[in-house]
Every structure is written in C-alpha cells, then in structure tokens.
C-alpha cells in the first residue's frame, strides 16, 4: 500500500505498515498519520497503553506490532491462531524490533503514543461533523471537531481561484461566505445538465453572514434573474497576468460568473456593490457536488405537500416526506415548474428547504464513524472551489472552528427581495424598499433568527393605506440641502402618492427622522414607514385623531440620507422578506 494520501508516511522514518493501529475498545484497525512522540496520551490511556505493554514483554514481544496488515476496513484480532496472517519476523520487521526493544520498559510506563487513538466517543460526531462543516458553506455552521489524518489527501481535492483579494482563514469580526452553485457542463458528471456549450453562470448565489459573536448566522438567497449592474473586476490568467473584465448595467445577476471570462471574483464584487457588506471568502460547486455529497451522507430528507411531477428537472415525487440523493437530490434542487409560481423563487425555496435538511442530517448521530467521516470529506473538498484565502485543508479546518459555535435553531435562510420587471418579465428588479432594510439589518450584524414572543395577545399588521391616501407633509430638519424636496419628488413618482408636500425647513433641528400621525392615519403611517424604511423609533402617534384633510408631519433629521434608504439597521425581519428558519422540520414544497 503506497503512502499517498496518508499525510506523513515516509516522514520522520515512519513505517507505513505502523500507522494502522489496533484499536481495542472497538475491535477495529484504525490509520494514524501523527509519529510516534507526537500525540500524547491521556492518564487512562497512559495505564491501558503500559498493560498492554507488559503484556507483550510477557510474551516476548518487542515495542514492534507483528498483527498483520488489515486489508479492509474493521478487520479484527490479532493475527490467526495456526500464524499463516503473521507478517515474516525478519527484514523491516526485524530490524525496527531491534532497535526498540530498549524502549520497552519506557512504552510500559507511558504507553505508545502514536498506537492510541482517542475513544470513538470523543471522535465520532464531532470529527465528523467538523470536517463536513469546513467544506460546504452551510455545513460550516453545522459542527466542530478534527479530521487531521485526512490533511494531504484533501489538499490534494481542493480547487482554488485568486480573486485578486486574500483574507485570512479567521477573522475578528463577523464573516461574510459567499457560496456559488455554476450550472458549469465541464467536469465529471456534469455533462447532461445546464445549456450545451456554456462555461457556467452564477446559478444559485447565497450569501452566509455568520455574527461577531458567532451565535447567528443568515443566508441570504441572491435570484439568478435579477437585473442589477456587475462592476469591472480584474481577473487571475493562466499566465500569471491580470486581465481587467469591464462592467455592465442592467445585466442578470448570473453572468456575474463564466461570461466574458468572468470568475467568482466578478460574482463577489457584484454582491459587495448590491449588499454593502464586505465579503471574506467564496465557495463554488457544481451540479455533481449535490450527487457526491448527499450519496456520502446516505440521502437528505425533504418534504412535497402535493405531487411533483416536474418534466424538465425530471423529479417524480408523491405527496409527503422522502428521502433524496444523487441523481434524485439533483433534480430537487432544481426543479422549479411544477412547485409554487413555477419561477426560480420557487426553487430557492426549495434549495434552502433542501439545505436546512442536510444541515440538521449532519448534526445528528448519523456521522459518528470514522468511515463517514472519510466519505463525506472526500465528496465535499472535491466538489470545491475556494478562494486562496481558505485553499488549504489546514485553512478549511480553521475557519470551520471559528464557525462552529452557530447553532442550527440561530441559521436563517432568506431571499432577497425582488419584484416583476416591467420591461422583461422573464426577470426580476430589486426590491430596494425591503431589500435595504434587510442589507442594513445583516450589516449591523442583527440576527434574522425569531424572537421570543411576549406575553399577552399580540397585535397583526397594520394594514397600509394605498398611495392615493397618503396625506404627508415633508420638512428637512438635519438632512442635506434639498432632502424635502427630493423626497416629495421620489414619493410622488416613485410610490405615487400625489398627497406629499413640500413644507420646507424644520424649525428646529432633530438628530433623528420622526413623522408624527394621529390614530386614524395609522395605515398612512404604515405605508410611508415602509417606504422609507422607518424604524419604530421615528414613529409618533399622537393621542388624538387628525382631522379630515390632516396631513401627517415627516421631519427629516440627521440620520437621513437618501429618500428610500433606510434610517437605521431594523432589528426584526422587514416586513415581506421571504425567510426559514435551519432548524424548522415542518418546511414542505407546495
């Protein structure tokens, strides 16, 4: 058996036939890369390991393993009892024996280090779910723990891009993952999907913030159909040279990737421009990483509320619950025509319901051995394209630890806002009044994650009056020169409410926006909140009822900036922004 992929054999005169260790709590062989000296053991294993020990000097046995060389997996014993298994005991073996037998008294004191392995129970879920969290963006929030044995050989699996931009693996502050599925035909498996001849786009974009503190985190769903403007991005050619791809306006959002020789570096500068948030790192897979990974981790549950029977993802399901992978887990994900609206909305909805699903798969007991460990490993780093900031295993198992705190009931999946494109309605256009009260939200690192609820019977929304009704008057009290002016014009055009006036100047200034409203205005308030992206804090509703042709007061203060941007970060979802909890079980496409 060759050393490729062992991490370490060759190294520090190590034998490659030592590193399979007899592991006698599980009656299994076990590899270990880390030699001798390197891994200490615990005091109880310390005790074991020099019983063991006398053991063998009892029977005449050097510090050298003579059991044969397992050739599978959960081989057991140690050896036949009539010695045909028994490796020779002369050459290497021999050799490696007389050099070490004056080590014997000291390996019964201390025991072999390198021969132990810690007990399944600290190496099962844990290092399984670690390795699987440090692969794929979601699966990231999903666990903690170790695979070292594995280093090399995922080295070897990991696929990276220079973007033109190297963070380190951790960070202080929050983490922004962007995480991009290309809908690419090259690569193994990839060949019956996507359009003939395409070199890829930014088929699925959600981007990952993970809070400062590490107790939440929020996804958030970018439509591959939105028009929105791509910036120019330099670009890493095969030669080394740098080649700058110029921008466009008014493109899809998903030729930020692949077209006119765009890389994730372009997608990444296109979601910095649209959210405002600064990004750490990138993710790209394929249509085979949903195949490899969800046939590793033994399918993925999902859920139809009705029968789907979808000709061009070619998914067949009943009603109910079942349980998907490869091919299978595929056509899920991208089926769209036969669920919901039938547009890409309503397979994103599907995506995080599918998503949410393997999370909650690999933070159960299902990955407590080291052999499912190994799979879902090997599936995930090779379906992976990172950025060189976390190019390395190393790198990988680092910024997973830094995540691993993010519980699953704290992951929320959300959509970008998006409304019909009047001019093509094959598309979509940003939802700039709930979209950047959401973008504000994510940036002041508010958590999407539901609140606890009160006590006492709470209030619905209250319903917002239509344009035509909005009766305001617009005063600049602290914002820019012209702000009332500007925001009068936006509210007349923009949301066609014609009742806006221009009331000129406050008499006073204010540090913070505030519109004033009586009781019966409360839906005109509503709507005006929504928006301007009002905070409850700018909203004063008086104790008396305003009179027929009342107009509401809009003070503009300090904090204003721009008509339709949002005063300040909301600390609760904005209204109308389609979201899911990770940990909610009850999810099923409709």
């Known amino acids: 058996m060759d050393a490729q992929g062992r991490g370490r054999a060759g190294d520090n005169n190590v034998d490659p036939a030592d590193q399979w260790v007899f592991d006698p709590d599980t009656g299994n062989y076990e590899l270990r890369l880390d030699p001798a000296g390197q891994a200490a053991a615990r005091p109880s294993d310390r005790n074991a390991a020099g019983r ?146 395409s070199v890829g786009h930014a088929d699925t974009t959600i981007l ?10 929020t996804a958030m769903s970018i439509p591959r159909d939105m028009i929105t403007d791509i910036p120019s991005c330099p670009t890493k050619q095969k030669d080394g040279s740098t080649k700058n791809i110029p ?5 899809r959002f998903n030729t930020s990737l692949g077209q006119e020789g765009r890389d994730p570096g372009c997608t990444w500068r296109t979601v910095e421009k649209m959210t405002g948030l600064k990004i750490n790192h ?25 029968d789907i029977n979808d000709p061009k993802s070619h998914l067949k399901l009943k009603a109910g619950r079942h349980v998907v992978k490869g091919e299978q887990a595929l056509a899920f994900v991208r089926t769209r025509h036969t669920v919901g609206f039938g547009s890409d909305l309503s397979r994103i909805e599907l995506q995080q319901q599918f998503l949410s699903s393997l999370i909650r798969k690999l933070k159960s007991s299902a990955f407590s051995s080291p052999g499912k460990l ?69 940036r002041a690192d508010h958590t999407l994650a539901k609140g606890k609820k009160g006590k006492g019977k709470k209030s619905g929304p209250v319903k917002k009056a239509p344009p035509e009704r909005v009766r305001v008057d617009v005063s600049n009290g602290g914002g820019p020169i012209g702000s009332a002016q500007e925001t009068v014009d936006w509210l007349q055009n923009s949301k066609g409410a014609k009742l806006s006036t221009n009331a000129g100047n406050a008499p006073s200034k204010l540090a913070a926006t505030r519109l004033e409203y009586g009781p019966n205005q409360a839906d005109q308030a509503a709507a005006l909140a929504d928006w301007m992206g009002l905070p409850k804090s700018a909203l004063k509703k008086s104790s008396q009822n305003a009179g027929d042709r009342e107009p509401m007061k809009l003070v503009l203060g300090k904090d204003f900036k721009a008509p339709g941007s949002p005063i300040e970060a909301p600390t609760e979802t904005p209204d109308g922004v389609q979201n899911v909890n990770a940990d909610d079980k009850n999810v099923c496409a409709k």
Not at 291 to 303: I, M, R, T, Y
Request: with cysteine.
């Open 374 to 442: 190994y799979d879902v490993s090997q599936a995930a780093t090779k379906a992976l394209t990172v950025d060189t900031g976390i190019g390395t295993a190393s790198k990988l198992l680092d910024f997973g630890t830094d995540l691993k705190k993010v519980d699953i009931d704290k992951v929320t999946f959300a959509t970008v806002p998006v409304l019909d494109n009047p001019d093509d309605p094959a598309t979509v256009i940003l939802d700039k009044p709930k979209a950047d009260p959401l973008f504000a939200m994510v």
């Open 52 to 197: 063991r020990a006398a053991r063998k000097r009892d029977a005449g046995v050097g510090d050298t393993d003579t059991r044969p060389l397992p050739t599978q997996r959960g081989r057991q014993g140690e050896g036949t009892a009539d010695g045909d298994d028994e490796r020779p005991a002369g050459g290497r073996a021999a050799r490696r024996a007389a050099a070490n037998r004056t080590a014997t008294a000291t390996a019964a004191e201390a025991g072999p280090a390198s021969r132990r392995k810690r007990k399944p129970k600290k190496s099962g879920k844990k290092r399984a779910l670690h390795w699987t969290a440090g692969v794929v963006g979601f699966v990231l929030v999903a666990g903690c723990g170790a695979g070292y044995f594995i280093y090399q050989q995922l080295d070897g699996n990991i696929s990276k891009v220079d973007v033109g931009v190297e963070n380190d693996a951790v960070s202080d502050g929050p983490v922004n993952l962007l995480i991009i599925g290309t809908d690419s035909r090259s690569g193994k498996g990839n060949g019956g999907y996507g359009d003939a001849g």
């Open 247 to 251: 921008g466009e306006q008014g493109v």
């Open 208 to 217: 990952m913030h993970i809070s400062k503190d590490r107790t939440n985190a």
């Open 282 to 306: 990138f993710m790209m897979a394929d249509f085979n990483a949903v195949k490899e990974l969800s046939n590793a981790v033994d399918g993925v549950e999902v859920c139809a509320a009705k």
